[in-house]
């Protein structure tokens, strides 16, 4: 018997190493469709988290745009983002200071019905602005929600091409350091 998952899923890798964009394979039928997003065994396989201690749901009208968001240390975490609805404009932004990509961005465009989904390891922020009428998020993350720990960097400092010029935004995320500013704590 393999030991692939049927359906099938692929990890495609993004220019930013360890960030993946996963696409399951979608099974459609007269119901709708079935799509396999993790496999635990293909997950470490392709040396991906596979222990989460939060999950969460947010929900978002269009060209609501939320980020640049991560969680410093000791309480940084990998990060697992799939748009159960709708579609965004999905961005990961390298913070890890001794990278080769070192404030680069990947953009991942998600949706409900490709059911493909964003792997973040830790030193990444993400961020992402709804394409469509509105979207339903699913977050993984490897590390409990901390406060303390919570951080920004403002969307507009890191040369991201945004689908929008003027995103509703929290009264937080429009306050946040710029990237220049930003001192990282992330290693490699
Ligand atoms: C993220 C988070 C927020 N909260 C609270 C804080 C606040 O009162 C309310 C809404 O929080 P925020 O405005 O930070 O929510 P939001 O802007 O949606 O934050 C999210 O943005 C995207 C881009 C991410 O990547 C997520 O990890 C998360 O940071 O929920 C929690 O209780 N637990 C959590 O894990």
Redesign the pocket.
Known sequence: MSDLPYPKIDFVATPLDGCFEIRPTVVSDRRGFFAKVFHKPLWQKHGLCTEFQ?E?L?Y?VRDTL?????QVPPMQHA?V?LCARGEVFDVALDLRRDSPTYGQHAVINLSGTAANAVYLPPGF????CVTSDEAL?Y?K?SS??S?AH?G?IRWDSAKIPWPVNDPIL?E??KVFQTLSEFESPFSL
Do not use: I, W
């Not at 939320?66 to 991560?70: N, W």
């Open positions: 939060e969460y947010t978002s939320r980020g640049l968001h991560f990060k983002v922020a993400h961020g992402f998020l977050y993350q409990v929600y406060p919570d920004g929290s937080r995320d």
